[in-house]
């Protein structure tokens, strides 16, 4: 047996290739990929940014968010993840190896030793390490999450944004029910933060865009926004924002947005005395001018970094989209040869979610 895989081979160069799918070993499951969810950093790994970064080598296949049917697995595998034949499970990008001082101290995402599912090239282990192809191989150690019964594998692969909100919102931003959320940025993750706060009780909720977000600023309305906000004619947000509370301030603060330091220094003026920002939205290295950390002092705020999401956040996912009524997020399924188009889709004001689907023959879109 092949499997035909988008192999990327250079910066921006994909290549389909047919790759052979090995015998699959006692630790491991062989999945079939149903969806492979796309984010912004398919698009910096398509562009070289990660392979530039040290993230990323070539050839490799890309795809770092599966969603897969489970069509063959060992004997030891089956006993670690409790997995059956058949199983649609959603796969964490990170294989931490468990043993690492900082696996140990409970933060796997840093596991000095970690494969990572959509970075790693062809020559390593069977080579089928990434989502964008028919099969994917499980090595040991693997995070799997069963899908529960009812969503389809495209919802099913918005475990990832999904997870980063509920993980973002609720455990990072530690937002309590009542609390007010601001959340700046509406791109897949500044959406679900929103649907993270209202699941969770939140009693304001603000949301931050452009104009050209219209889309993607009803779509966070309709879900768990109360407010929209258009930067574009409300340029002053702190005013805004004290016209909106009435003078007041916001609990938590998440801030989505790449590139722009701007939204970091309105988040430290907008948060209450003893309130918390979470700063997720990466700046190109961009430094922070114009900061006075006497607010944080005298605010005594917490302003806290985070970066992919926690398990726990993948599994408040894929219950809150059990409750079936967030398929309007998804906007794009896209068949596997035309992976580079997925990948430009990403940041476009239509694409409000993408999935590149192997099994798949032509593209659907809802809008
Ligand atoms: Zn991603
Ligand atoms: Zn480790």
């Not at 530039?52 to 490799?60: D, I, L």
């Not at 069977?126 to 009812?150: D, I, Q, T």
């Not at 931003?173 to 706060?197: E, F, T």
Request: glycine letters at 12%; aromatic letters at 4%; hydrophobic letters at 45%.
């Amino acid at each position: 047996v092949r499997s035909t895989a988008v192999v990327q081979v250079a910066e921006r160069q994909l290549e389909i290739h047919e790759i052979p799918v090995p015998v699959i070993k006692p630790g491991e499951a062989l999945i079939k990929i149903e969806a492979a969810g796309i984010c912004g950093s398919d698009h910096d790994q398509f562009n070289g940014n990660l392979a530039r970064a040290g993230w990323s080598t070539y050839p490799v296949i890309p795809g770092h968010e599966p969603v897969g049917r489970v069509v063959e697995i060992g004997e030891a595998a089956r006993r670690a993840w409790g997995l059956a034949l058949d199983d649609l499970i959603a796969v964490e990008s990170v294989v931490p190896c468990q043993t690492c001082p900082n696996c140990v101290r409970g933060l796997r995402k840093f596991c000095a030793n970690r494969f990572s599912y959509g970075f790693m090239p062809l020559s390593d282990g069977s080579g089928l390490n990434g989502a964008f192809s028919e099969y994917m191989v499980l090595r040991p150690n693997s995070v799997v999450h069963r899908v529960p019964e009812g969503i389809s594998p495209e919802i099913a692969t918005m475990y990832n944004p999904l997870g980063a909100g509920f993980d973002w919102t609720i455990e990072r931003a530690g937002m309590m029910p009542g609390d007010s959320v601001l959340i700046l940025g509406c791109g897949q993750r500044g959406i679900a933060c929103a649907i993270a706060a209202r699941s969770a009780g939140a009693e304001r909720v603000f949301i931050t865009g452009l104009g050209q977000d219209k889309i993607k600023l009803d779509l966070a309305l309709k879900f768990g926004a109360d407010e929209a906000i258009n930067i574009e004619e409300s340029p002053d947000l702190v005013e805004r924002l004290r016209d909106l509370t009435g003078g007041g301030f916001v609990d938590r603060v998440i801030d989505t947005t790449p590139g722009a330091v701007a939204p970091v220094l309105q988040a430290v003026e907008i948060v209450r005395p003893g309130g918390i920002v979470v700063l997720a939205g990466l700046k190109g290295e961009a430094k922070l001018e114009g900061l006075a950390a006497d607010r944080i002092i005298l605010k005594a705020i917490d302003v806290r970094g985070v970066v992919s999401v926690s398990s726990w956040g993948y599994q408040r996912a894929l219950s809150r989209l059990a409750a079936g009524d967030l398929a309007e997020l998804h906007s794009h399924s896209i068949p596997l040869v035309d992976a580079q188009r997925a990948i430009e889709l990403i940041g476009t004001p239509e694409a409000t979610h993408v999935a590149v689907m192997p099994g798949a023959s032509t593209a659907t879109g809802t809008r």
